[in-house]
Antibody
């Protein structure tokens, strides 16, 4: 079964930065596009960003474009999300997700709280 | 961007009864529709993809149907572990793979 383990969440002030990591195992990481999906407290799911298997293409939700950067290290089976210029409405649980279209594997999530 | 609308927002069902959840797309998504289940404090879990194909390990009481703009998730006989929030997601026009707002299935 797919295993995805996020880390890097925490409390950050508005305008600050945070880098999330996701360690992947039990599947061939380099063969799959990966994504980040977030969920604000008590709200639904929102797709954030996707990166193709070879990292040649990246895609972003309009709400994070220009502030967030997705990347990956296929040699270490790790996915990243660099988040800059954070705002209060970025507060959410961020899930690492396997798959470019439907999500066939989810991490347990890491909470990012943006507050002064 | 395609908008996904789920109904009802909350569904009250007794254990053993049938539950029918709806998902509507603002434009055709063909059969590129997935369903997820999320329990409190847990990550979502893939139930259905391709509108009707059950993911690995998903019980047969879960079934999906529909195409185009109208989709249904049916749980034939609700078990205690099925009370959760269910989301649909289109991935035909991607990115973004937009999600519905969710349907909460609660115990009646």
């Amino acid at each position: 079964e797919v295993q995805l383990l996020e880390s890097g969440g925490g409390l950050v002030q508005p305008g600050g930065s945070l880098r999330l990591s996701c360690a992947a195992s039990r599947f061939t990481f380099s063969n799959y596009a990966m994504a980040w999906v977030r969920q604000a407290p008590g709200k639904g799911l929102q797709w954030v960003s996707t990166i193709t298997a070879s990292a040649t293409s990246t895609y972003y939700a309009d709400s994070v474009k220009g502030r967030f950067t997705i990347s990956r290290d296929n040699s270490n089976n790790t996915l990243y999300l660099q988040m800059n210029s954070l705002r209060a409405d970025d507060t959410a649980v961020y899930y690492c997700a396997k798959g470019p279209s439907y999500i066939s594997g989810w991490g347990q999530g890491t909470l990012v709280t943006v507050s002064s | 961007e395609i908008v996904m609308t789920q109904s009802p927002a909350t569904l009250s069902v007794s254990p053993g009864e049938r539950a029918t959840l709806s998902c509507r797309a603002s434009q055709s998504v063909s059969s590129n529709l997935a369903w997820y289940q999320q329990k409190p404090g847990q990550a979502p879990r893939l139930l259905i993809y391709g509108a009707f194909t059950r993911a690995t390990g998903i019980p047969a009481r879960f079934s999906g149907s529909g195409s185009g703009t109208e989709f249904t998730l049916t749980i034939s006989s609700l078990q205690s572990e099925d009370f959760a929030v269910y989301y649909c997601q289109q991935y035909n026009n991607w990115p973004p793979g937009t999600f519905g707002q969710g349907t909460k299935v609660e115990i009646k």
